[in-house]
């Protein structure tokens, strides 16, 4: 940018126009390009005391454009109109200094009193004050120079200036010594400075600048204006205030862009706009050394040396229509005339401001950026703005406690959550959104008057007006949060949502986004009783006494028919009105627990203390001591990975008036976060008199299995007019007068289990032994697995001839029963095997298909008669080593269930032992058993056994429900790899993952072996090296 300045040139002596005394009665110069022309008569003496009566006369040119002052002179020509001076206007003149004096000078005066400050000296001899414009380069004795004087720079006004008066200065004792000429006046104005809005200039007047605040402004310095009129140059100690052509009206909307130069930094600086009343509240500062109240700090904050374009929403700052700009530059140090800055390209223009989009309850509700406003003036940083990302973020930098207009205010109470997305760039002291209720008071989001209103997802400061949510957000990850606001917050209409990031030490430093912003309600928890849906409000209140994990919530469902519970939580809902369980009150739901934990239950309650009564009914969990009021015996469990239905008839606990259901979820380890179950299709309702009573009906059935039978039974039930519509296993249970589905559960394998009655045969009479003779066998003793095949000798084919004869008479036509002897005893994971160290045969060796890995001996004490030990086989110590194993479903119906008495025939005895001829147990173990009782081994081949029958079902009134089985066939097939196999029984709902995950410790799989006994050792206190 160029401002104008003084220039100046030596000319020689001959291009001056010659002084011709004539009697010429004016003097001629230009202003902005016309001539002026001023008439000699009314000249008077500038400083009477200094002109001597006027005795030295002016000496003008014959054109008027060059005067001629001779001797001590002090002349001044009166200006009609009087000049008006703008930061703008140059003056440029010629000067012949002939004999130097005192001092030789023009001026431009208001009056005739000689102010040294309204006059530029060319010349001088003489010692003068600072408050005269003494040139460089001063002109020497016999030489002429052309000057351009930036005279605005010096003072300014309007009409202001009266007098052009010729000054040379001689007090000598020859007064009539010194010349001077002066030529070619030119006074003009130039390019006066401008700011534009949307497109327009809109120019200052700074003939009219005015001084502003009391002793505050340095009158002497100018504003200086480039020659294009974009730039002001603000020098020295300078509040001021220039008027606009014409105002300009700044709204919501208006952006203010800037260009700043600060090449010397000072106290303030600064740019403010303001109507007549000059008031200072609406400046914007760019630079500073020292803090100042009600004005606007920029950031980043200009340094000495640095320049900056400054963006910003003014309109979010204040509105108003203004006809003035001002410039502060602020400097109470001794050095007045110092400080410089530049304020350049300043335009005001309108935009449109984002929209941030939120969720209300599924609704897209649009808030308008340009509503942001301080929510607290003492807190907030006002020019630290919102910044938009996208439609659905909103990132704060630096200070910031603002406040968002919502468009459409909504309700907020005890089941409103709050979900985001947060983002941390830089942590500061804390990040906080909060939601304000009071229309009247935005400030009023640090209250905590009947609730808190915020939640703070990251800090470094705690505060007491706000919910800290766990876990924080580290710098440089992002985080989802799912807020149960209702909770804490006093509810009412939202107006308001206020965003905080609070920094007091460094208003500048800080960023952090919220994006996703949705606020929804937790659907009403759907409670059928008596056979009507109830919708109970989801307003969850922590239960018993310090246990709940508040900020864990129940999920319910949109339709609010499933509950799911994750991690550590105890909580009570009020039911709409208490409900009343009698003697024939039953509880239905279903359960599933996907990820297991100490406990869960469910209780019915008359308040909320957990101390008092028993109300909760234990259904999962690992805890098995320790449960206080708990109720858990008699109640069958869900393990992880399993789904199981539940019908509770609750007079076997409780009977009375409650107000809540409770579901308790405890999880007091490491993680509370942990545990996953789901709870739906709750029902409460009264036991009636069933409606099979005096109904007749049959079905059949490929398997008797529970499921399969209870659908027999509702399908047949549709043919029963009482029925109609009615659920077969509610009827069930009031047929049989049953405590719950367990009991409901069992008479039906009663049944299933009768109809193969008496076509079934026990292990003792299918060998025709004692019950020793097969127990020693499957502990790996008796003579069938001590002899030793030779000629001459024990001849198994002989010895053990009814195994031929029991597979020829029984097993592909008759279900046999397991052997009543301990082997077998306590099979929860519904897994045998048998494994073998030895044959009959003297040359012979098991079929090597497995890995010994070690064997616990209190696990089958009756089979190793030892309270407690074991033995480890590392490196395949155990030598050859062979395991065949079978599993059956989880329902005795099941084929593989109810016939697994002849899979352990064909495993053990047709193919163990008469085939391969594999004999003996593992030391201190069984040889066939539970997998539970057995060593732990790498693996074992698998025999599965399919039958094709008939259990022909029938219902009469007196005899109620009766079963009678036919069997067509018996198979057994290998099944490969027992473990692999297992897969397939989870796959099928026959066995659960939970389960799965057991049978690992047991089969560990190849080349486990290794892990498996460094993991048993280590709970013996020892350490394990391959």
């Avoid at 800290?468 to 009412?492: C, K, M, V």
């Avoid at 509880?587 to 909760?616: K, M, P, W, Y």
């Avoid at 579901?663 to 036991?687: C, K, V």
Wanted: aromatic share 10%.
């Amino acid at each position: 940018m160029k401002f104008p300045s003084i220039s100046l040139v030596a000319l020689a002596a001959s291009i001056i126009s010659p002084v011709v005394v004539v009697a010429q009665s004016n003097i001629v110069f230009k202003i902005d390009g016309s001539d002026v022309s001023i008439p000699l008569s009314g000249q008077t003496s500038y400083d009477s005391n200094q002109d001597e009566r006027m005795r030295r006369p002016l000496v003008v040119s014959a054109d008027g454009r060059s005067v001629t002052v001779e001797g001590n002179t002090h002349r001044a020509l009166p200006l009609t109109p009087a000049l008006t001076i703008k930061a703008s206007t140059t003056m440029e003149l010629d000067v012949t200094i002939g004999d130097i004096q005192e001092a030789q000078a023009l001026c431009i005066d208001e009056n005739t009193g000689h102010s040294p400050s309204r006059c530029f000296v060319f010349a001088h001899t003489q010692d003068l004050s600072s408050s005269w414009h003494v040139l460089e380069p001063q002109t020497p004795e016999g030489e002429t120079r052309h000057y351009s004087i930036p005279i605005g720079h010096y003072f300014w006004g309007v009409n202001k200036y009266n007098y052009l008066a010729y000054m040379q200065d001689n007090d000598s004792n020859d007064r009539d010594s010194g010349s001077m000429t002066i030529a070619n006046i030119q006074i003009s104005d130039g390019a006066e400075y401008f700011i534009e809005q949307d497109g327009i200039r809109h120019y200052v007047n700074t003939a009219e600048q005015k001084s502003i605040g009391s002793g505050q402004d340095s009158w002497q310095y100018g504003l200086k204006v480039s020659d294009d009129g974009k730039s002001m140059q603000v020098q020295g100690n300078m509040h001021r205030a220039v008027p606009l052509d014409t105002a300009v009206t700044i709204d919501v909307n208006t952006q203010l862009d800037f260009d700043f130069t600060l090449e010397d930094l000072r106290d303030l600086h600064a740019l403010c706009f303001a109507d007549s009343t000059l008031n200072k509240n609406k400046c914007l500062v760019a630079g500073k050394q020292e803090h100042w109240s009600n004005v606007f700090y920029l950031s980043p904050q200009t340094q000495q040396g640095e320049s900056h374009h400054y963006s910003l929403p003014i309109g979010l700052l204040y509105q108003g229509t203004f006809d003035h700009i001002m410039f502060i530059q602020d400097n109470d140090s001794g050095c007045r005339s110092c400080g410089d800055a530049t304020y350049a390209n300043v335009k005001l223009s309108q935009i449109v401001h984002p929209e941030l989009d939120i969720m209300v309850n599924g609704v897209v509700q649009k808030i308008k950026a340009s509503t942001a406003v301080s929510a607290r003036d003492d807190q907030d940083t006002k020019t630290n703005f919102l910044e938009f990302p996208t439609s659905v973020s909103v990132t704060m930098i630096g200070n910031t406690h603002k406040a968002l207009t919502i468009t459409e205010p909504f309700t907020i109470d005890k089941a409103t959550e709050l979900d985001f997305d947060f983002t941390l760039g830089k942590i500061e002291e804390h990040h906080t959104i909060c939601i304000v209720t009071d229309p009247s008071n935005i400030a009023s989001y640090t209250s905590t008057t009947g609730g808190k209103r915020c939640f703070t997802v990251a800090w470094t400061q705690n505060v007491g007006w706000d919910v800290d949510i766990t876990p924080q957000t580290p710098e440089g990850e992002t985080r989802h949060y799912s807020i149960p606001i209702g909770l804490w917050h006093p509810g009412g209409t939202a107006y308001y949502l206020v965003l905080v990031q609070d920094n007091d030490a460094n208003k500048l430093t800080g960023k952090a986004t919220f994006s996703n912003i949705e606020f929804s309600q937790r659907p009403d928890l759907v409670i059928n009783i008596d056979g009507v849906d109830t919708s109970v409000f989801n307003y969850q209140l922590s239960y018993g006494t310090r246990q709940d994990f508040e900020q864990n919530l129940i999920e319910v469902s949109d339709d609010g028919k499933s509950a799911s519970l994750y991690g550590n939580l105890h909580k009570a809902i009020e039911l709409p009105t208490p409900v009343t369980i009698t003697d024939d009150t039953v509880l239905s739901f279903t359960l599933d627990v996907e990820q297991e934990l100490e406990i869960v239950s469910i209780c019915f309650d008359e308040d909320l203390s957990d101390q008092v009564h028993a109300r909760c009914l234990k259904l999962s969990g690992y805890q098995t001591r320790d449960f206080g009021t708990l109720i858990y015996k008699g109640i069958k469990q869900t393990y992880e990975g399993e789904r199981k239905e539940y019908l509770i008839r609750l007079k076997e606990f409780y009977t009375g008036t409650f107000q809540y259901i409770v579901f308790q979820h405890d999880n007091d380890g490491a993680s509370r976060h942990d545990g996953i179950s789901h709870f739906s299709d709750i029902a409460l309702y009264e036991i009636e008199p069933s409606c099979l009573t005096g109904a007749t009906f049959n079905f059949n059935l490929n398997e008797c299995t529970i499921d399969g039978f209870v659908a027999g039974v509702q399908s047949s039930m549709a043919s029963v007019g009482a029925c109609a519509g009615k659920d077969a296993w509610r009827e069930l249970l009031s047929l049989w007068d049953g405590q719950s589905d367990s009991d409901v559960r069992k008479r039906i394998q009663d049944i299933c289990v009768s109809g193969n009655a008496g076509e079934t045969v026990s292990f003792d009479m299918l060998l025709d032994s004692e019950k020793q003779f097969v127990e020693e066998f499957f502990d790996g003793g008796n003579k069938w697995n001590y002899e030793v095949d030779e000629a001459g000798g024990p001849d198994l084919a002989t010895n053990a001839a009814r195994i031929t004869y029991a597979d020829e008479k029984f097993d592909d036509k008759t279900a046999i029963s397991l052997p009543h002897v301990h082997n077998f005893e306590g099979c929860e994971l519904r897994a045998a095997m048998c494994c073998y160290v030895a044959a009959r045969d003297a040359d012979s060796e098991p079929t090597d298909n497995s890995d010994a890995c070690y064997m616990e001996f209190k696990n089958s004490q009756e089979s190793s008669h030892v309270r407690d030990g074991y033995s480890i086989y590392p490196d395949d110590s155990e030598g050859a080593f062979a395991c065949h194993g079978f599993v059956w479903g989880n329902d005795s119906g099941y084929a593989d269930a109810a016939f697994k008495g002849n899979t352990l025939f064909d495993v053990a005895l047709l193919n163990g032992l008469m085939s391969n001829k594999e004999v003996e147990e593992l030391p201190g173990a069984p040889m066939c058993g539970c997998v539970e009782h057995m060593p732990v081994v790498s693996r074992a081949d698998c025999t599965t056994t399919t039958v094709t029958q008939n259990v022909s079902i029938s219902f009469n009134p007196v005899s109620k429900f009766t079963a009678e089985g036919s069997i067509t066939n018996v198979v057994h097939e290998s099944c490969g790899d027992l473990a692999t196999h297992y897969d397939q029984l989870v796959a099928d709902g026959k066995a659960s993952q939970h389960e799965r995950d057991a049978l690992d410790s047991h089969l560990v799989g190849d080349g486990q072996c290794g892990p498996a006994l460094s993991a048993f050792l280590s709970t013996k206190g020892f350490t394990y090296s391959p």
